[in-house]
């Protein structure tokens, strides 16, 4: 005899809590958006007047040569590099291929402060020029470091390597066959590289340059430091330096606009273009040979961008923190504990809700599901000025309500609980750098087969199980490569850090900023090393995962 109510209770559609936790989770990290744009719409607009009428104009003008000054710069350095490494064999070749990633580990702040400390009037640079001509101030010129074209060419030096790692990428996959086409057609190889190989390479190149472009619109310690008036410096004086919240949300919305801007045309790049390589063989396995002086000056070319990005500020830096700056003591190490722990728990906050998130898409090939998982990864386009704006608006009305609450219940006083104390702080780390925890994880989950799923549930396990049990032991790689990559971008994290840390807490890049901002540059030098020391991992990381694909690839091209 069947039970008909047990079979009919079986048939009842269980709850799907990893849906409702990642549609949960995803409205939450996108709060600080809301919250921004709602804001634009509200205050009765005397402040904001005040900024149309003087500085806005201003802040646009400047955003946007800074966009085009970095754009070019990082064009022209990063897909040259790019092409040569991946096209030609010269001296140095392999060595340069990985070591044009270095500046990535350089933030683009403490690169700033280091070429101001060498190439201002008091350097020694312009000491040594005095010295030898004996001309003194006004007589002769000099590159004026802190000025828009001085934050152009700093954020070029730490930003290229975007373009480079898209274009190289992008170049590595050509195929061997299609370029043999171009030289049956009488193509030499610059012809070959203009007329096919760069436009076959544009999605990628465009990618590049839209991180380039974020990123630069995200900058704050850099224009800052020089006095170079844009929006993430707007915003932030007007939080602070008129207490309107509503008019620095006004600020951020305009900016928001242009980084929404960026994101359609880079998706609207990668929608009408469609490229497909025809054959096998990459081209990268007959490189083209530069010996004589074409191969000095291709790794002239390539060592230019190194020696400037990260040999001679890192040089700077290790001489001044080993023999001028003060020696770290009991208050750098505590520095140094609030920057690691912060980090170390940001990351660790952002890799299991990535987990879940991830998780989530791989049992539900719903929409709303997918959908809740793209906005939750929108928070790295976004610059950490606006996410901390959003983030405190919220949280600060509700410590008032609990307060509020408290007190009339109990008549007790509390202070505190989410903003104005860490709370704040983790939780926009989270919102800031969710997309890249998510990239790696969903990248190592996608590479695990079904069939495993299918095992364990066969097996018996609950959904949790099957991830606890199957797969985050499969995952171990993609998790330490989230969590390593997450750390490093919060202990380099600038503006948000400065708008959310509570009184009295400090970090090594707010400390590296503070000082810098006194003219103690030399006793910034401890602080700023630490943080570009601790960033070269991932960026080791991310060469030595560059190589084993270049590697796999030459075999596969070799069967």
């Given at each position: ?16 809590w ?7 989770i ?8 809301l919250v ?5 719409l ?19 003008q400047?955003s ?10 990082a ?9 040569l ?17 270095l ?17 201002d ?8 020029i005095?010295?030898?001509t004996?001309?003194s ?11 828009l ?6 954020l ?22 299609t ?27 465009v990618?590049?340059l ?5 990123e ?38 305009i ?15 990668r ?12 081209a ?33 830096l290790?001489?001044?923190a080993a ?39 791989r ?21 950490g ?13 509700l410590?008032?309500r609990?307060?509020d ?20 702080l ?10 890249v ?22 097996l ?36 948000a ?5 509570p ?7 707010v ?20 943080i ?20 796999h ?7």
């Amino acid at each position: 005899m069947v039970d008909l109510t047990h079979s009919s209770s079986a048939n009842k559609p269980k709850f799907n809590w990893l849906k409702v936790a990642a549609i949960f989770i995803a409205a939450t990290l996108s709060l600080p958006i809301l919250v921004v744009l709602v804001n634009v719409l509200m205050g009765d607009g005397d402040v904001w007047r005040h900024l149309y009428q003087t500085v806005l104009a201003d802040y646009i003008q400047n955003s946007l040569l800074l966009m085009l000054g970095v754009g070019i710069g990082a064009f022209f350095i990063g897909v040259p590099c790019a092409w040569l490494t991946s096209m030609c064999d010269f001296p140095g070749r392999k060595l340069l291929s990985w070591a044009l990633l270095l500046p990535m580990a350089m933030p683009a702040y403490i690169i700033a402060y280091t070429y101001t400390g060498i190439l201002d009037f008091a350097g020694p640079v312009q000491t040594f020029i005095r010295d030898l001509t004996g001309w003194s101030y006004g007589e002769y010129w000099f590159f004026e470091v802190r000025s828009l074209g001085g934050a152009i060419v700093m954020l070029t030096l730490v930003l290229y390597p975007y373009v480079y790692l898209m274009s190289r990428a992008a170049f590595l996959e050509q195929s061997e066959n299609t370029l043999e086409v171009s030289r049956t057609l009488g193509y030499s190889g610059r012809s070959a590289f203009f007329k096919l190989a760069l436009p076959l390479a544009r999605p990628a190149i465009v990618t590049g340059l839209t991180l380039v472009l974020m990123e630069t619109l995200a900058d704050y310690g850099t224009v800052q430091y020089f006095g170079v008036n844009t929006f993430t410096t707007g915003i932030l004086r007007t939080f602070y330096g008129f207490g309107d919240v509503v008019a620095a949300s006004q600020l951020a919305g305009i900016l928001l606009l242009f980084v929404t801007v960026l994101i359609l045309l880079e998706r609207y790049s990668r929608h009408r273009i469609r490229y497909h390589a025809s054959g096998l063989k990459k081209a990268s396995s007959r490189r083209i040979n530069l010996t004589g002086s074409r191969g000095v000056l291709t790794c002239a070319f390539c060592l230019f961008p190194i020696f400037f990005g990260f040999i001679i500020p890192v040089s700077v830096l290790a001489y001044w923190a080993a023999f001028k700056a003060e020696l770290p003591d009991a208050r750098f190490a505590q520095l140094a504990w609030n920057s690691l722990y912060l980090a170390g728990v940001a990351a660790m906050i952002a890799v299991i809700l990535a987990l879940v998130l991830s998780y989530a898409i791989r049992l539900n090939r719903d929409r709303s599901v997918s959908a809740s998982v793209g906005i939750a990864g929108l928070g790295y386009a976004l610059p950490g000025t606006i996410i901390a704006i959003g983030t405190i608006v919220p949280l600060a009305w509700l410590d008032h309500r609990i307060i509020d609450l408290v007190k009339y219940y109990s008549g007790e006083k509390v202070g505190l609980i989410f903003s104005g104390t860490l709370v704040a702080l983790l939780f926009a780390y989270t919102v800031r750098f969710m997309a890249v925890s998510l990239g790696a994880v969903q990248n190592g989950l996608g590479k695990i087969k079904p069939s495993m799923d299918m095992a364990g549930r066969s097996l018996g396990m609950s959904p949790l199980k099957v991830l606890t049990r199957i797969h985050i032991p499969l995952l171990k790689g993609s998790v330490l490569t989230a969590l390593l990559i997450v750390f490093v971008d919060v202990l380099k994290e600038l503006p948000a850090t400065l708008v959310l840390r509570p009184f009295n807490f400090n970090t090594l890049a707010v400390r590296a900023y503070e000082l810098a901002a006194d003219e103690r540059l030399i006793d910034a030098a401890p602080a700023s090393l630490m943080i570009v020391l601790v960033g070269l991992a991932p960026v080791i990381l991310l060469s030595r995962s560059i190589s084993s694909r270049v590697e796999h690839s030459k075999v596969e091209s070799a069967e």
